[in-house]
């Protein structure tokens, strides 16, 4: 089912515990690390990279694969997806093999196949969301100016 409200996207990260993201990077300049740490550090998510080219990011094990990641660690509930949309449907199969139960496309990472594979698998499909940004917004960590303020609110500060 793809996931387009708040609603649903927010129950999708209550009901997480395990996210495997597909194409996460050790460089620190890159978003895919910015999430990675973010995810680790203040989320209620246990993230693990998947990356075939690295070892670890910040002591994290990088498995090279999905089905490397589900050998050992199980069903992810959700894959979290970095990769160019070109990528994307062969990351979808892949997802489906391990058995994962939701997928997530990053900003800009859209593809028709992808979704659609992913959607009629039974997966739970959220599409150009950032994962960082939707769990800070549920959490108090993401203010209109983007800030964290530790309170998500529609009223003005009165001074």
């Not at 050992?72 to 160019?84: L, Q, W």
């Not at 949309?85 to 800009?108: C, H, L, M, N």
Request: charged share 25%; glycine share 6%.
């Amino acid at each position: 089912m793809i996931l387009e409200t708040p609603t649903q996207r927010r129950a999708l990260l209550d009901r997480s515990h395990t996210v495997a993201m597909v194409g996460a990077s050790a460089n620190h300049t890159r978003p895919s690390y910015f999430v990675f740490s973010y995810l680790r550090t203040r989320a209620k998510l246990d993230v693990v990279p998947i990356n075939p080219t690295i070892a670890a990011i910040d002591g994290v094990r990088a498995f090279p694969s999905l089905a490397a990641y589900a050998a050992e660690r199980g069903a992810p509930d959700i894959v979290d997806v970095f990769r160019k949309p070109d990528e994307t449907p062969q990351v979808v199969r892949e997802a489906i093999a391990a058995g994962a139960k939701a997928i997530w496309f990053q900003y800009g990472v859209i593809n028709d196949e992808a979704i659609r594979l992913a959607d009629e698998a039974g997966l739970d499909v959220v599409v150009d969301r950032c994962i960082k940004v939707e769990s800070a917004r549920f959490d108090g960590g993401l203010a209109v100016a983007g800030m964290n303020t530790g309170v998500l609110s529609a009223r003005r500060r009165i001074r």
